[in-house]
């Protein structure tokens, strides 16, 4: 079982639709929750973190945080085709075998907003 | 420049080469990261690093030796290239394990390629 796994898509939403994305992860000592978004050939880039269950806000995007069930989301509201991006979900793992904290990305999930 | 910086930008080696991938990053980040990218698979966490001479294991490790004497550089090293390990490689740095200090930020990647 992957530590962080994402659903790979294509999802496809149009135009001012809001785009939910999910992420699930394994460990339950995780921490710390981020969002990146990847465009192709580009690096990653933080969209939003969250450290605490329930909502975070900011702007367009709302970050989900439910550690009981081990689940992360993201969603966009009012979709744009400058949207279309790769949306990677990350989390900072427990600490591995030197005693260190880790950071663990899923698959990412790739969505695509039409006109 | 401000910021994390990876050299080369682009590599082919032969199979059987030694090749060493650069990381620099101007911050004091205390952690350091390296992942590879490849299609279907997000970012692989390959070594990472909580300060300069403290470093661990991440998910796929095999092939890959670092090293970080000094704070600012984690350079990656392929002791012997396979062509399994062309990819595209990415550098990332946060602040310490704290939990608000825990965004890494990306360098530009290098492809490279084993042929």
């Known amino acids: 079982q992957k530590e962080v796994e994402q659903n790979s898509g294509p999802l496809s939403v149009p135009e001012g639709a809001i785009a939910s994305l999910n992420c699930t992860y394994s460990?339950?000592?995780?921490?710390?929750f981020f969002w990146y978004r990847q465009y192709s050939g580009k690096s990653p880039e933080l969209i939003m973190s969250?450290?605490?269950?329930g909502d975070k806000e900011d702007g367009r995007f709302t970050a989900q945080l439910n550690k009981a069930s081990q689940y992360v989301s993201l969603l966009i509201r009012d979709s744009q085709p400058s949207d279309s991006a790769t949306y990677l979900c990350?989390?900072?793992?427990?600490?591995?075998?030197?005693?260190?904290?880790?950071?663990?990305f899923g698959a990412g999930t790739r969505l695509a907003v039409h006109p | 420049d401000a910021g994390i910086t990876q050299s080369p930008r682009y590599k082919i080696t032969e199979t059987g080469r030694q090749v060493t991938l650069m990381c620099h990053q101007t911050?004091?980040?205390?952690?350091m990261f390296w992942y590879r990218q490849d299609l279907g698979h997000g970012l692989r966490l390959i070594y990472y690093?909580?300060?300069?001479?403290?470093?661990d294991k991440g998910e796929v490790p095999d092939g890959y030796v670092v090293s970080r004497s000094k704070t600012e550089n984690f350079p990656l090293t392929l002791e012997s290239a396979t062509r399994s390990q062309t990819s595209v490689y990415f550098c990332?740095?946060?602040?310490?394990?704290?939990?608000?200090?825990?965004?890494?930020?990306f360098g530009q990647g290098t492809r490279l390629t084993v042929v």
């Open positions: 990332a740095s946060s602040e310490g394990p704290g939990q608000g200090g825990t965004e890494a930020f």
């Open positions: 460990d339950r000592g995780s921490q710390s």
């Open positions: 969250i450290y605490s269950n």
């Open positions: 990350a989390v900072k793992s427990a600490a591995g075998s030197g005693g260190y904290n880790k950071l663990i």
């Open positions: 911050w004091s980040h205390s952690y």
């Open positions: 690093s909580a300060a300069a001479d403290i470093t």
